[in-house]
C-alpha cells in the first residue's frame, strides 16, 4: 500500500483506500506501523480527510473522540455514561506488515502467510536501506488510453530494439 519512508516518524499518516474500505496507515509512538480504518466509532465519520500528515493523536472532527495512533480510543466525552468502557471502541485494526522499506496489508481475517516472501524480500533489498528513503519528486500522470497498454508498453521492451536501443544497455 506505500512505503515505509511515508511514514518515517512517529505521528506520520497517510490515506489509503482498498475498494470501498477507507484506511489510514500509521506510525505510532512505540515506531510500530499499523493500518487501521479510517472510520471513527462513534458515528463513523473519517478521522483523517487530506490525503497524509502528522498528528500526535487521532480526533474524530464530527465529536471528537481521540484515539492513539495504535488505534486505542481514549477520549470519547462526557456523554458516553457511567458504563461506557473505552476499551470496546478501539478503531479497527487491518493486518499490517512491513518489509525492505515497502508496507503491506490483508483486509483478511486470516490473512494468507506471507513470512517467507517478507524474509527474502528483506534480504535481497536490505543494501539499498529503503526504509530510509526519501520522496524526492510526486506525480500523477492521467494517462488518455487504455490502463492495461501503458502498463505493459512500459514494462516490457519489445520495440526497445527498434524505437530506443539505447535503453537496452540499462535494461537486465
Sequence with gaps: VGHASQ????????RFDVASEPLIIARGADG????????CRH???????????????????????????????????????ENFKKDDYPLHKVNCRTAGGYIFISLAKNPPDIDAFLKDMELYLEPYDLDNAKVAVESTIVEDANWKLVIENNRECYHCTGSHPELLNSLL
Design 32 to 39: 510500530e506501523v499499523r493500518a487501521l480504518l479510517n472510520v
Design 43 to 81: 458515528r463513523g465519520s473519517k478521522l483523517c480527510l487530506s490525503k497524509k500528515g502528522k498528528v500526535a493523536k487521532l480526533v474524530c472532527p464530527y465529536h471528537q473522540w481521540t484515539y492513539e495512533l495504535s488505534g486505542e480510543l481514549i477520549y470519547a466525552g462526557n456523554e458516553m455514561g
Design 7 to 14: 511514514v518515517s516518524d512517529a505521528g506520520d499518516w497517510f
